[in-house]
């Protein structure tokens, strides 16, 4: 399978799941016996309960993941086991409380008005053509390193100054995925030769440890008062500073990337579909908001909650572009799926979310049409979905601890974007998965901007009436 794996790398998410239709749904990937590499790989709904809740505790990330992961040393993501059971614990207790999630509520609202706004009627005055995946990277990276470190790093702005550790992220994103496809053998000596994509990722990592230990060094001299995560990890005097640094280091990935790249995906698909749009903005009519002397309208967060449309929209898009299209598990005793596959310890089974998504099995004949309506029961309420079903959060003991702060992002900025500008994608531009192991857009999302006006909504509405949320 190796040439046909080389020959598809750069549609590799598009290959495994026309692989997996035909099948169906599971295939065993076996790569040269030198390897010693041996991949299940599925999209079975039945096999993902089991190896997610029912017999959890068979299926670790394992040795091997957490050398796959290694820049994020032993932070909550790589570790098994008690280490992951306290780190867990903890996280959870802290992301629980009020302060917290007002602090993530006001982030999100100030530099979505204060930053993002300002930004995107810069490109609407000039008519340039800007990259909607670079502004939603530097808003998710300056948004989650305010929430985790209370550290605004200012990327957010006019001049799209440099941010040497966002770039050495999405080097190191790359690099990851080139470790799950080929031998631990083969890249490992690449690691040790300083050759190839292994001297790229440790460039990333030297870049990546030295942003997150200043950021650790100048948090240690603020005020004990802060409601970020880092502030409450540095009041427990036990934390050393490698474990914050993997902490940190840890959240910061996950929010940044993961989020950034809903709100890509989810502003590509509206951009076809523009009766979403008109049904959002119809949402956005009826909640309170603000205008600002600029004529901005801008919304707080919490109004969005109550949102049956816009949240079933960015589900949608989180259905056929989840952030991390594949979750890796190891095998610690042999066991037999659902699906009648046997797995013995040495087997490495992935899960593609990709694939599911697009699976007639599971989702019906309209799989890979964007439908926010399947989302809305017939009585107009958010219809339950099985987390096992929709895996973007993962689910069962390892279910995502940041879903409702990701929610709190997400309805933030689609929110403010669509109530205040009419986002078109520049014609002929290739939107396309990237090689990386999050759901990077390989060319960028070039778009041109402009501000929408009360007249251009009430149009909108009259084009695509009737609303309906019939499925």
Same mark, same amino acid.
């Given at each position: 399978?190796?040439?046909?794996?080389?020959? %598809?790398?750069?549609?590799?998410?598009?290959?495994?799941?026309?692989?997996?239709?035909?099948?169906? =749904?599971?295939? !065993?990937?076996?790569?040269?016996?030198?390897?010693?590499?041996?991949?299940?790989?599925?999209?079975?709904?039945? %096999? $993902?309960?089991?190896?997610?809740?029912?017999?959890?505790?068979?299926?670790?990330?394992?040795?091997? #993941?957490? *050398?796959?992961?290694?820049? #994020?040393?032993?932070?909550?993501?790589?570790?098994?086991?008690?280490?992951?059971?306290?780190?867990?614990?903890?996280?959870?207790?802290?992301?629980?409380?009020?302060?917290?999630?007002?602090?993530?509520?006001?982030?999100? +609202?100030?530099?979505?008005?204060?930053?993002?706004?300002? /930004?995107?009627?810069?490109?609407?005055?000039?008519?340039?053509?800007?990259?909607?995946?670079?502004?939603?990277? !530097?808003?998710?990276?300056?948004?989650?390193?305010?929430?985790?470190?209370?550290?605004?790093?200012?990327?957010?702005?006019?001049?799209?100054?440099? $941010?040497?550790?966002?770039?050495?992220?999405?080097?190191?994103?790359?690099?990851?995925?080139?470790?799950?496809?080929?031998?631990?053998?083969?890249?490992?000596?690449?690691?040790?030769?300083?050759?190839?994509?292994?001297?790229?990722?440790?460039?990333?990592? +030297?870049?990546?440890?030295?942003?997150?230990?200043?950021?650790? *060094?100048?948090?240690?001299?603020?005020?004990?008062?802060?409601?970020?995560?880092?502030?409450?990890?540095?009041?427990?005097?036990?934390?050393?500073?490698? #474990? =914050?640094?993997?902490?940190?280091?840890? /959240?910061?990935?996950?929010? !940044?990337?993961?989020?950034?790249?809903?709100?890509?995906?989810?502003?590509?698909?509206?951009?076809?579909?523009?009766?979403?749009?008109?049904?959002?903005?119809?949402?956005?009519?009826?909640? %309170?908001?603000?205008?600002?002397?600029?004529?901005?309208?801008?919304?707080?967060?919490?109004?969005? +909650?109550? /949102?049956?449309?816009?949240?079933? &929209?960015?589900?949608?898009? =989180?259905?056929?572009?989840?952030?991390?299209?594949?979750?890796?598990? @190891?095998?610690?005793?042999?066991?037999?799926?659902?699906?009648?596959?046997?797995?013995?310890?040495?087997?490495?089974?992935?899960?593609?979310?990709?694939?599911?998504?697009?699976?007639?099995?599971?989702?019906?004949?309209?799989?890979?049409?964007?439908?926010?309506?399947?989302?809305?029961?017939?009585?107009?309420?958010?219809?339950?979905?099985?987390?096992?079903?929709?895996?973007?959060?993962?689910?069962?003991? !390892?279910?995502?601890?940041?879903?409702?702060?990701? #929610?709190?992002?997400?309805? &933030? &900025?689609?929110? &403010?974007?669509?109530?205040?500008?009419?986002?078109?994608?520049?014609?002929?531009?290739? $939107?396309?998965?990237?090689?990386?192991?999050?759901?990077?857009?390989?060319?960028?999302?070039?778009?041109?901007?402009?501000? +929408?006006?009360? =007249?251009?909504?009430?149009?909108?509405?009259?084009?695509?009436?009737?609303? @309906?949320?019939?499925?």
């Amino acid at each position: 399978m190796l040439p046909a794996l080389l020959a %598809n790398c750069h549609r590799l998410h598009d290959w495994i799941t026309s692989v997996l239709t035909v099948s169906p =749904l599971n295939f !065993r990937f076996i790569e040269p016996p030198s390897s010693g590499m041996r991949l299940f790989v599925t999209s079975d709904l039945d %096999n $993902v309960r089991h190896i997610f809740t029912s017999n959890f505790s068979n299926y670790p990330k394992g040795h091997e #993941f957490a *050398e796959i992961f290694g820049i #994020f040393g032993d932070g909550i993501f790589n570790v098994d086991g008690d280490s992951w059971r306290r780190q867990r614990a903890k996280a959870q207790m802290l992301m629980c409380r009020p302060q917290f999630r007002a602090f993530v509520s006001r982030c999100s +609202r100030d530099k979505v008005e204060k930053a993002l706004l300002p /930004l995107l009627a810069h490109f609407a005055g000039t008519g340039e053509a800007c990259n909607l995946q670079d502004v939603f990277m !530097r808003l998710t990276f300056d948004t989650t390193t305010m929430v985790v470190s209370g550290t605004d790093t200012g990327c957010l702005v006019i001049s799209l100054p440099e $941010v040497p550790f966002a770039r050495a992220v999405d080097d190191a994103t790359r690099v990851l995925l080139i470790r799950h496809i080929v031998p631990l053998s083969w890249w490992k000596l690449a690691r040790r030769l300083g050759i190839g994509y292994e001297r790229t990722m440790a460039a990333a990592l +030297r870049t990546c440890d030295q942003f997150v230990n200043e950021t650790i *060094e100048k948090a240690q001299g603020e005020s004990e008062d802060s409601a970020d995560l880092l502030a409450s990890y540095l009041n427990d005097e036990e934390n050393a500073n490698a #474990f =914050l640094r993997d902490t940190i280091m840890n /959240l910061i990935f996950a929010g !940044r990337d993961a989020s950034a790249m809903a709100l890509c995906w989810f502003f590509y698909l509206v951009t076809k579909n523009p009766h979403v749009v008109s049904n959002i903005l119809e949402e956005l009519d009826a909640i %309170n908001s603000t205008t600002t002397p600029d004529g901005m309208v801008t919304i707080d967060p919490d109004e969005l +909650r109550p /949102l049956v449309y816009l949240h079933a &929209a960015l589900s949608e898009t =989180l259905r056929l572009y989840p952030p991390i299209p594949l979750e890796h598990k @190891s095998v610690l005793a042999a066991d037999v799926l659902p699906s009648g596959h046997e797995v013995i310890p040495g087997d490495e089974i992935v899960v593609s979310m990709y694939a599911m998504g697009r699976m007639e099995s599971v989702w019906g004949s309209d799989c890979r049409e964007f439908r926010p309506e399947r989302w809305i029961s017939d009585d107009g309420k958010l219809r339950y979905v099985p987390s096992y079903k929709f895996m973007s959060f993962v689910r069962g003991p !390892r279910t995502c601890l940041g879903k409702d702060m990701a #929610f709190v992002q997400l309805n &933030a &900025a689609a929110a &403010a974007v669509v109530k205040n500008f009419e986002i078109e994608a520049v014609p002929g531009h290739t $939107v396309e998965p990237k090689l990386s192991i999050v759901l990077h857009m390989k060319n960028g999302f070039m778009v041109r901007v402009k501000r +929408r006006h009360v =007249l251009n909504n009430l149009l909108i509405r009259q084009m695509h009436r009737p609303v @309906s949320y019939e499925t």
